[in-house]
């Protein structure tokens, strides 16, 4: 099983800040990677899909990069509706699809 | 627009069964394989099962392999979730979410969720 490690598990940043969350996978997971929005009470919401193509509505703030086994999600200047828990997904070698343990980004 | 909503969950003793529904609209359901994924509180996301289009096909994790059956109904655009032994470890949020596929395997639809609580 490919196991995903988030850090930091929180990033405290005030709005207009850049943010800048990692992602490593146990083993090389060439592009096959997404990340997740989460709001406190909703359901996920895909941002980003084969390590660095935003998903559709998706503002232009995200972005994604990385390949094998080191990824980053950065938000470039942060909105006040981006405070939320922020999860990576692999999809390169499953059964099980995994999930990383996810990085809370927090007003500062 | 593309809608999922799940139902089913509730208390359940350890032990005991529960089935969940995910009544899908917007979309071709019959065209799509689906997924379950849950959330224990305050915890992160967990892959549970996956089930091909038409049914023919599924896949578990290991925690929840023989006890727990993902199906669907694509007359009624209906995907299911049977949990039978249920213990603590599988109180969570539970959420149908729909397959998008570019060259990966990702989540562009999920429902709202419904809670499931083990416990005596």
């Known amino acids: 099983e490919i196991v995903l490690t988030q850090f930091p598990a929180t990033l405290s940043l005030s709005p207009g800040e850049r943010a800048s969350l990692s992602c490593r996978a146990s083993?090389?997971?060439?592009?096959?990677l997404a990340w997740y929005q989460q709001k406190p009470g909703q359901a996920p919401r895909l941002l980003i899909y084969?390590?660095?193509n935003r998903a559709t509505g998706i503002p232009a703030r995200f972005s994604g990069s990385g390949s094998g086994t080191d990824f980053t999600l950065t938000i470039s200047s942060l909105e006040p509706e981006d405070f939320a828990v922020y999860y990576c997904?692999?999809?390169?070698?499953?059964?099980?699809?995994?999930f990383g343990g996810g990085t809370k980004v927090e007003i500062k | 627009e593309v809608q999922l909503v799940e139902s089913g969950g509730g208390l359940v003793q350890p032990g005991g069964s529960l089935r969940l529904s995910c009544a899908a609209s917007?979309?071709?359901?019959?065209?799509?394989?689906m997924h379950w994924v849950r959330q224990p509180p305050g915890k992160g996301l967990v892959w549970v099962a996956r089930?091909?289009?038409?049914?023919?096909?599924?896949n578990y994790a290991d925690s929840v392999k023989g006890r727990i059956t993902i199906s669907r109904d694509n007359a009624k655009n209906t995907l299911y979730l049977q949990m039978n032994s249920l213990r603590a470890a599988d109180t969570a949020v539970y959420y149908c979410?729909?397959?998008?596929?570019?060259?990966?395997?990702?989540?562009?639809?999920w429902g709202q969720g419904t809670l499931v609580t083990v416990s005596s």
């Open positions: 083993q090389s997971i060439s592009s096959y």
């Open positions: 979410a729909r397959e998008w596929t570019n060259s990966g395997v990702y989540y562009d639809s």
């Open positions: 084969d390590a660095s």
């Open positions: 089930i091909k289009n038409d049914g023919s096909s599924t």
């Open positions: 997904q692999q999809c390169s070698n499953w059964p099980p699809l995994t």
């Open positions: 917007g979309f071709t359901f019959s065209s799509y394989w």
